[in-house]
């Protein structure tokens, strides 16, 4: 059989002679024959006769370009699917291969040929420019923008050896219910359970306890005790205040005789209403002597933060008996006023200082018994946003504080200089490792000017999360079938690219979402949730790989947010951070990456660096941290 000639015009024009008539065909010969016969012949013979064109004409179909639909078994037309392009943030974006120009990779004139970030080897080996001058002095870029005051190493040499021998709570004279709580409710679960460095070092300090006795004792003991607390990130300084304070509630509470009448009464009134639950006639009984009037304030700088300190606050008061309530914008009016003016009172309140400071204003009574107050995250809440409230509590408390703890993971020179000038005869505790990023957080370096990124920081950031979701997926989590999902910070150093970022990696297929104040409450409260809580989160691994294929990341769950915004959260699922600018200072480079690698985890953190940014402060950084070195 012959083929048609609109099935052979390929072979055709294929094989057209210097006529444009087929060389089969000018030869006389049919093109291809299987079984010729007389309709066959016919026609070969037709075509001969008709006049050889004498040039190709273009098809006036607009379509040409169109293959021919596709159809189903059944003959109907199937549905057009689109074409597959690569998975990822590279999705969509049409190639598959880096468009480079070269002319663009010219350095410009007068710039550094060299790549600070590429000459480690040599830094480490002092053979920098200058002969290793500057290798020698160690951090050029980073002692010129020298924000933390520096303690010296000598200093932290003691405190290391003088804290070695206290390896247990049990050495502590803390109250047996206190004591307790550690092991029953706040650590539980956790074996072979020791203080931490700021724990070894706080706890004795504010309870007035004398651990050393080689260390002479002050012959006078100051009315109000003022501490700073300052130890690196994720090593527990919550519980290193917390509990001498809960210990000194529970010890004011035995002194207190009003306490002691008023309990008397409660009694009897018990027995009077027989079986009645207290809640139906406590709001009717007098009122408590410590409503409206906590003995012990906590100020931190978010919302969120406030929940985290209260959780651990309320851990150790399940089994010591203290009331702590939470104050933040995370509750509404009625809710707040409940806490505050509860019938059953309050010892303890954890805050925001903008809260706080305008209750205060309304009742100035609600601070009049305060003889412990902490400012957590002192380096924030002395800053300039936070300040102006947080001194006017301070004020406030001034006249009945028997202890002022300030406590931060960085001393930065402003929060020092403050310091001397109001607080003269403030008590430093500071640990060893102060002002160290840990050597288990290792920081990685992405260069966001080379290709394929050309400074488009935003597709560097989906592309470094999509490469972390892609490798997590190929292991297995504890069980068969299921993969862990990871969970990781974006840093930005403005409040307005959080959305923006979040937007852009949404877009790319990332479950993100941005920390600010415009996000849904419930929405960044569960992503919180999940990043706070250690228990794994698990997804199965035929629904990750299925979603993969349709270009989204099923296996991470990211957060976009300034380091205020996340200031102090216990992030201890957070294995990943990735700073999206490079940090202004060492003080955020401290607190961005001090969100992973939290009591003993490991992390890992990476820095995008375009263009624009600062080389030489990342390779210090990360000269420093493989080093074990203090930032300055
Ligand atoms: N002695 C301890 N042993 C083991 N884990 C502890 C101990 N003390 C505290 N932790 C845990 O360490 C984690 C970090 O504690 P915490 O949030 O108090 O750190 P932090 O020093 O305040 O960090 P940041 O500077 O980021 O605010 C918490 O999950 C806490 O339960």
């Not at 037709?46 to 021919?68: G, I, K, N, Y």
């Not at 008023?262 to 009717?284: C, F």
């Not at 923006?500 to 415009?518: F, I, N, P, T, W």
């Amino acid at each position: 059989m012959w083929r048609t000639a609109r099935d052979s015009v390929c072979l055709l024009c294929a094989s057209a002679g210097a006529t444009g008539r087929p060389r089969a065909v000018e030869a006389g010969r049919p093109l291809m024959s299987t079984a010729p016969g007389s309709a066959s012949r016919a026609f070969a013979t037709r075509l001969e006769r008709r006049p050889a064109p004498a040039r190709m004409v273009l098809s006036d179909r607009t379509d040409v370009a169109r293959s021919s639909p596709r159809r189903t078994a059944d003959g109907a037309i199937a549905k057009k699917t689109k074409p597959r392009g690569p998975d990822g943030p590279w999705a969509g974006t049409n190639r598959t291969v880096a468009n480079i120009d070269t002319r663009r990779r010219a350095p410009l004139p007068g710039a550094v040929t060299r790549d600070p970030l590429s000459n480690e080897d040599d830094q480490e080996n002092g053979k920098g420019k200058k002969g290793g001058r500057r290798d020698r002095r160690g951090f050029k870029a980073l002692n010129m923008q020298r924000s933390l005051t520096s303690v010296s190493y000598g200093q932290r040499a003691s405190v290391k050896e003088r804290i070695q021998a206290v390896d247990s709570f049990g050495l502590f004279d803390l109250l047996p219910s206190i004591k307790d709580a550690i092991a029953s409710s706040v650590l539980k679960g956790m074996v072979d359970i020791k203080p931490t460095p700021i724990q070894r070092l706080a706890i004795p300090a504010l309870l007035g306890q004398h651990m050393d006795p080689k260390r002479r004792r002050p012959r006078v003991v100051p009315d109000r005790k003022e501490v700073l607390l300052a130890a690196e990130t994720g090593s527990g300084k919550t519980l290193a205040y917390l509990l001498p304070i809960a210990n000194a509630l529970k010890l004011a509470e035995a002194d207190d005789t009003t306490l002691a009448s008023y309990n008397k009464r409660l009694e009897a009134e018990k027995v009077l209403r027989g079986d009645r639950p207290m809640s139906e006639w406590i709001d009717k009984f007098e009122p408590h002597p410590n409503m409206a009037r906590p003995r012990a304030a906590v100020l931190v700088p978010t919302a969120e933060l406030v929940d985290q300190v209260v959780a651990v606050a309320k851990d150790i008061s399940h089994v010591a008996k203290f009331k702590a309530r939470p104050l933040s914008a995370n509750h509404n009016a009625l809710k707040i006023q409940r806490n505050l003016y509860s019938p059953t009172g309050i010892d303890l309140v954890v805050a925001t200082p903008h809260l706080l400071a305008s209750i205060a204003n309304s009742d100035p009574y609600v601070l009049s018994r305060v003889s412990h107050l902490v400012i957590d995250e002192a380096d924030s809440l002395l800053d300039r946003s936070f300040s102006p409230e947080t001194t006017s509590i301070i004020d406030r408390c001034m006249p009945t504080l028997k202890q002022f703890v300030l406590c931060s993971a960085t001393i930065p020179k402003r929060l020092d200089t403050y310091l001397e000038s109001k607080f003269p005869d403030v008590e430093r505790i500071t640990t060893p490792n102060l002002h160290a990023i840990p050597r288990r957080v290792q920081l990685g370096v992405i260069d966001v000017s080379k290709d394929p990124y050309r400074n488009n920081k935003n597709l560097a950031c989906a592309d470094a999360i999509w490469s972390i979701g892609k490798e997590a997926a190929q292991h297995e989590g504890p069980v068969k079938g299921v993969i862990d999902v990871k969970r990781i910070i974006v840093f930005v150093n403005e409040r307005e690219t959080t959305q923006e970022v979040a937007e852009y990696l949404v877009s790319k297929g990332v479950d993100a979402v941005a920390l600010h104040r415009d996000t849904p409450e419930l929405r960044q409260s569960e992503m919180i949730a999940s990043f706070t809580s250690s228990e794994p989160l698990l997804i199965d691994a035929a629904t990750a790989t299925a979603a993969a294929g349709r270009r989204h990341l099923p296996n991470t769950k990211v957060i976009v947010a300034t380091d205020l915004a996340s200031r102090g959260l216990d992030t201890v699922a957070v294995r990943h951070v990735i700073l999206y600018d490079v940090p202004h200072t060492s003080i955020d480079f401290v607190h961005r990456l001090g969100r992973a690698g939290r009591m003993g985890r490991r992390g890992r953190g990476l820095v995008l660096v375009g263009r624009d940014d600062r080389r030489d402060v990342v390779a210090e950084v990360k000269r420093s941290m493989f080093m074990g070195q203090a930032l300055v």
